[in-house]
């Protein structure tokens, strides 16, 4: 069986900078033409002139040839100004703001650390219509991890919401059931990203046989009830909801440590690991719309016009991959995955 879908765009991907960057790149490239670019790097992003450059330079690690278009983000500190915000709703490249609460995750470290310090920022970005792209979680040590997305809504995404009415929000990579339901009640401009890795697997997954850092991200992988209202939200056709990878690559000596880091590398099977989603939910004929067209029409942008075709066709992914003078452990590593890339056209 093959399917034929619009060219997907992956709504959030992390590829990185420097000696990696051509590795990471390639597998994105041969499947998706546009990307939203996270900016945590170190030093983050937080710049349209940094924008600028890290542009340029994912611009010259693309393969010969290669279509694809990378949609820049900055990264939001406490110091962020509203000038900074008016400069990147002029540059054609910056797409939108990413707000990391301090401390939430990998490179976080410049956050925010208080919403009261960016309103003012928030309020510039609302006005012209610059999308704030969250990644909803509270830090607080108090508390626990698999409840830190809920915590979030509950503390500080509603009360954003209500405090900005117009701002276009995108709650990423949700993995909660309430985060679903959230974004499906909430007002007009609110939508969310979900990954790969949170449709296939709950947290057992983390613990199958022994400890499996390689399935550890953020925010963690929840129980089964909550991918099962995921997998609902993806293929229910409901445009607030579509597909943004989180591929975040580490060296596998990063994440097979005494302090693994988190992120799941999926750019190398970034479409085919969500038509295994959508066809087990006996939901193919809504994989496009999801992969294809509601990112983009969030985003004001163009849908695709060339295609990409898909076998269902079993193949066995690698043990790893390079990156740089490492390597990058790719999800199913050694495992099969059920679908594969036979052609893109234009
Ligand atoms: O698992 C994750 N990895 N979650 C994030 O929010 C960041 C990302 C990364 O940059 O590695
Ligand atoms: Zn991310």
Known sequence: MRITITRPDDWHLHVRDGSVLPHVLAHTVRRFARAIIMPNLTPPIVHVADASAYRDRIRAALPAGAEF???????????????????????????????????????SAEG??????????????????????????????????????????????????????????????ISTREAADFVREAREGVAATITCHHLLYSRSAMFAGGLRPHYY????????????????????????????TDSAP??????????????????????ELYAEVFEAAAALDRLQPFSSEF??????????????????????????????????QPLRAGEQIQWQLVARNT
């Not at 580490?250 to 970034?270: D, L, M, N, Y």
Request: net charge neutral; aromatic share 8%; charged share 25%.
């Open 69 to 107: 278009e990378p949609l820049m983000t900055l990264y939001l500190t406490d110091a962020t100004s509203p000038n900074e915000i008016e400069r990147a709703a002029e540059a054609p490249f910056v797409h939108a703001v990413k707000l990391y609460p301090a401390g939430a995750t990998t490179n």
């Open 112 to 173: 925010v650390t208080r919403l009261a310090h960016v309103y003012n920022v928030l309020e510039k970005m609302q006005r012209l219509g610059l999308p704030l792209l969250i990644h909803g979680e509270v830090t607080s040590r108090d508390v626990d991890v698999f409840d830190r997305e809920k915590v979030f809504i509950d503390e500080t995404l509603s009360k954003l919401v209500n405090e900005f009415p117009a701002l276009r929000i995108v709650f990423e990579h």
């Open 217 to 244: 991200c953020l925010p963690v992988l929840k129980r089964e009830a909550h991918r099962q209202a995921l997998i609902a939200a993806a293929t229910s056709g409901n445009p607030r909801f579509f597909l943004g």
């Open 250 to 271: 580490h060296a596998r000596e990063a994440k097979q440590s005494a302090c693994g880091c988190a992120g799941v590398f999926t750019a190398h099977a970034g479409i």
């Open 295 to 328: 990112g983009a029409d969030f985003y004001r942008l163009a849908r695709n016009r060339d295609t990409l075709t898909l076998e269902r066709k079993s193949w066995r992914v690698p043990e790893s991959y390079p990156f740089g003078d490492s390597a990058v």
